[in-house]
């Protein structure tokens, strides 16, 4: 009998508490026992960026994390970006430049332009094209890809929104929502 591990984890400003196998990766967590499947597998040699989700505000391959290693974190998935029915802008970029065909890198190339935002809110497309070198799509869509990421910094330029926090912000502010809906 394989025994189990509490992990705490705040997913999309949710807090959840799950008994996991100490093998479980972060990307079957999120998929199987928290049914966020957004977050895509599209390898299992943690190069196509598929799975890219945020942890505690930065990009990382969850099908190279333990979900141990997340105990205490805070997560985000592509599933936490739109606003209700209301598109993220980086979302909203992608539709509008057709940056996507079958959609199946789409969550990850997202998750990763966003990181690549944050940490550099107006890139040249050079380095929108280093930024997304970890993430690939078979569809061979890059071109469009890159559009959509330099059309949302545009958006970010003109003050229409703002890149994800830095890391311990976007951990401090889940922890809020985590505690509001914990008191509510
Ligand atoms: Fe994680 Fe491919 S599934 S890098
Ligand atoms: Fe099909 Fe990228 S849109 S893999």
Redesign the pocket.
Known sequence: MSSRVPVRVTVNGQPHEVQVEPRLLL?HLLRDELGLTGT?????????????VHLDGEAV????VLAVQADGAAVTTVEGLADGDTLHPLQEAFWDEHGLQCGYCTP?MIMAAADLLRRNPNPSEEEVRHGLEGNLCRCTGYHNIVRAVLAAAKGIEAGTWAPPPPAREGVEAAEELASESLGA
């Open positions: 990307v895509h597998v599209g390898c299992d040699t943690s190069n196509c960026g598929a799975c890219t391959k969850s099908c190279t990850g």
